[in-house]
């Protein structure tokens, strides 16, 4: 399970250090593309990847082709350096509004890619009583 919050920075190359801790469960290659629904990145092992990819070949193809265009067309498989250093490309880094701050959330399932001041106003979108009224739905 990928759990945690990290800040990074992103150098003048595109090149970013992707957290040991995430690395270690998404394995030595993994797969970076848009996230659905949110302005940030997600980054997948391969067998979420594979997850993913049967769930949409599942749908009905009017619903799984917008899907198929954005997931597909903009991923990477990213290998990190001896440094632990990812490259995102141009085009990725623009879909996210990543320039230089980023902060790398595990996400349960998969890991996002954030733009420190998007990422610092989402969680501003909560507050104690959005919490409280999720923990009691969870049962908790």
């Known amino acids: 399970m990928l759990i945690g919050e990290y800040s990074h920075n992103i150098d003048p190359k595109g090149r970013m250090i992707f957290p040991a801790r995430l690395r270690d469960d998404l394995g030595v290659r993994f797969v970076v593309t848009k996230s659905l629904g ?10 979420e990847w594979n997850l993913l990819a049967e769930k949409i070949k599942g749908l009905p193809m009017s619903k799984a082709r917008p899907f198929q265009r954005i997931l597909f067309a903009g991923a990477v498989e990213c290998e990190p350096d ?3 250093r990812i490259l995102l490309p141009a085009a990725l880094r623009e879909y996210a509004g990543l320039e230089k701050d980023v902060v790398v959330v595990g996400a349960s399932n998969h890991a996002e890619i954030w733009d420190k001041s998007r990422w610092d106003a989402e ?4 507050d104690s009583d959005d919490i409280a009224g999720i923990m009691d739905e969870l049962g908790f």
């Open 38 to 47: 949110d302005a940030c990145l997600a980054a997948y092992s391969y067998e």
């Open 82 to 84: 001896k440094q632990g």
């Open 123 to 126: 969680c501003a979108k909560l």
